[in-house]
Structure formats: structure tokens, C-alpha cells
């Protein structure tokens, strides 16, 4: 199967490395048109530079492709408005918005500062609200757009040390929600994704969390299981899983199947009455254009 974006504009924050770079990438080699944002700070959200977003689109434009960058931070509105404004002004028009943007800076609960708090939720979830609002207003005189939101597996199922990044990420569910929602008037779509990746904020995970002996144990066991399962797929460098609320209930490996199918997947029929109403999706384990391709095709209200 083809998977192409031609005519599409497609703004991805964050994309100066990791998933966002992938991400935009992979929309540039479909066809679309990219804008690529990201502050160019570190995995700690500290320092910026123009060099990351930069080289992203010189990387596309060496292979055929349409980009320009954006160097515009998502934690104000200006910054998400500058944002739109630049996809506006290079290419007339916003199709897809994949908030991407983020960084980690973990602490335990109880010692959790203001400005780790702060940082956290004006980058992930009030960035998203930012860059998503103006890029709505556009996508709905259009009357197509589609967005995808990065969650995090830190909010579903909880990751110790991560109290302020899991309380962020799982804002941007009912985000997702609301948007699908209010977008399904207007020919919008909304999805969320709660992707695991070995990238760059690997690095910020310090082993304070080894003070926890019965969460230590459970994770070593799920990476355990990853890795075999990493092995079994020849070894990928870099693993995507498409993550949903009906995960939580039973996981489902990914096969060639439709977008309808996976909508008639096998749940409780509980949670699958929750699924039509609410848009959770099955467990996916996929490549980065195929997950686009669902993501971004697939309706973000069940229908």
C-alpha cells in the first residue's frame, strides 16, 4: 500500500530530532508539505538553537522534499501562533498538526518544584492547546484538518518520578477527546498516540527511581519482554507502538488489517461501547508512516 500526503501541509513541533524527526520526515517523503518546529533546546528543555530544526529541513529538501523551519516556542500563544503563521505564509494553508514537542525533568513527587511543574505542562499540554487553536481555526475554514496528540505511557499506566510529565501527557487525552469532538463538525480528526522510543530523553532518566523496589522490578520486566520482542522483529533500532485506553484492557498485535477492521477488533463489549464513543484504538505496533497513515486518516470519533 502507498501511503501519500500530496497537497497536505503538515506542522510537526519537536521535529528537530527523536520520533518528531521521524515523524517529519516520513510526511516529506509522502508528499507532504513540512514545517518543521523545534526550539533546538536539550533533553531537559535548557538552551536553544536554530541548528536541529535546520538540519531536518535540509535533510528534506536534499531528498526532493518541501520544508521550512520554524524556531518558535510552543509554551506561549505567540509562539503557536508564530508557528501557524509560518506554515500560513510558505504554503497557505495547515492540514495536519502533530504535537510532538516535550522534554523530561523527573523528581519525585513530593519534591517537585514550581518551575519543574510549570515547564512541563506550559511545553506538553498548554503547547499543544497553543499550536492546536490557531491551526484549528484554519483547518476548520477548510473543513478538513487533522491532528495528532503525543501521550505518554508514563500517564496510562504510571512511571515513578514522572508525576508532573504523566499529569501533562494525560491531559492531552481528554484533549484529543474534546477536539475529535467538536472537530467531527467541521471535517476535523483528532487521535492520540502514546509512543515508546529509545531516543535522546532516554538520557534523562536517572535511576532515582531505583528507590522503588516493586516499580524497578515491574519495569525491568516489561523492557525485558520488549527486548525479546525487539529481537524477534530483526532487532528494529527504534520500536513505535500506537497506544490507546482500550490497551489497558487487552493489547492487540498489529496484522494487515483495515482501519474498519481494527474498529470491529475483539474487546469487552464495556469497553468497546466506550471505544466508538470516546475513539480508543486498538494496540498497534507499526511503522512511523503507517502509524501516520492511521492516525491521521482514521476518524477521531469513531465513525
Not at 523545534?38 to 538552551?47: F, I, N, Q, R, W
Not at 509554551?75 to 502533530?98: H, K, P, Q, W
Not at 487553536?133 to 512511571?159: C, D, E, L, W
Not at 527486548?227 to 500506537?242: E, M, P, T, V
Request: aromatic share 8%.
Amino acid at each position: 500500500m502507498t501511503i501519500r500526503f500530496d497537497g497536505r501541509v503538515a506542522i510537526v513541533t519537536g521535529a528537530g530530532s527523536g520520533l518528531g524527526r521521524d515523524y517529519a520526515t516520513e510526511l516529506a517523503k509522502r508528499g507532504a508539505k513540512v514545517v518543521v518546529n523545534d526550539l533546538g533546546g536539550s533533553g531537559a528543555g535548557t538552551g536553544a538553537s536554530h541548528r536541529p530544526a535546520d538540519a531536518v529541513v535540509n535533510a528534506i529538501r536534499s531528498a526532493g522534499g518541501e520544508a521550512v523551519a520554524s524556531h518558535d516556542s510552543v509554551a506561549t500563544r505567540s509562539g503557536g501562533e508564530a508557528i501557524v503563521r509560518t506554515a500560513l505564509d510558505a504554503f497557505g494553508r495547515v492540514d495536519i498538526v502533530i504535537n510532538n514537542a516535550g522534554f523530561l525533568r523527573n523528581n519525585r513527587f513530593e519534591d517537585l518544584s514550581d518551575s519543574q511543574i510549570d515547564a512541563i505542562v506550559d511545553v506538553h499540554l498548554k503547547g499543544a492547546f497553543y499550536v492546536s487553536q490557531p491551526a484549528y481555526r484554519v483547518m476548520a475554514a477548510n473543513k478538513y484538518g487533522r491532528f495528532i496528540f503525543t501521550g505518554s505511557a508514563s500517564a496510562m499506566f504510571g512511571h515513578a518520578w514522572q508525576a508532573n510529565y504523566a499529569a501533562a501527557k494525560g491531559g492531552l487525552m481528554g484533549l484529543s477527546h474534546i477536539v475529535a469532538i467538536e472537530g467531527s463538525a467541521h471535517g476535523i480528526h483528532s487521535n492520540l498516540m502514546l509512543p515508546n522510543a529509545n531516543s535522546r530523553l532516554a538520557d534523562e532518566m536517572t535511576t532515582g527511581f531505583h528507590e522503588i523496589p516493586e516499580f524497578v522490578n515491574r519495569f525491568k520486566t516489561r523492557t525485558s519482554r520488549r527486548s525479546k520482542a525487539a529481537q524477534l522483529r530483526n532487532s528494529i533500532h527504534r520500536s513505535f507502538y500506537g497506544w490507546s485506553v482500550s490497551n489497558a484492557i487487552r493489547p492487540m498485535a498489529f496484522s494487515r488489517r483495515t482501519a474498519a477492521d481494527m474498529q470491529r477488533s475483539q474487546l469487552p463489549p464495556l469497553m468497546d461501547g466506550y471505544r466508538r464513543r470516546a475513539n480508543c484504538r486498538p494496540h498497534l505496533r507499526i511503522s512511523p508512516p503507517m502509524l501516520i497513515k492511521l492516525a491521521i486518516t482514521t476518524s477521531g470519533t469513531g465513525r
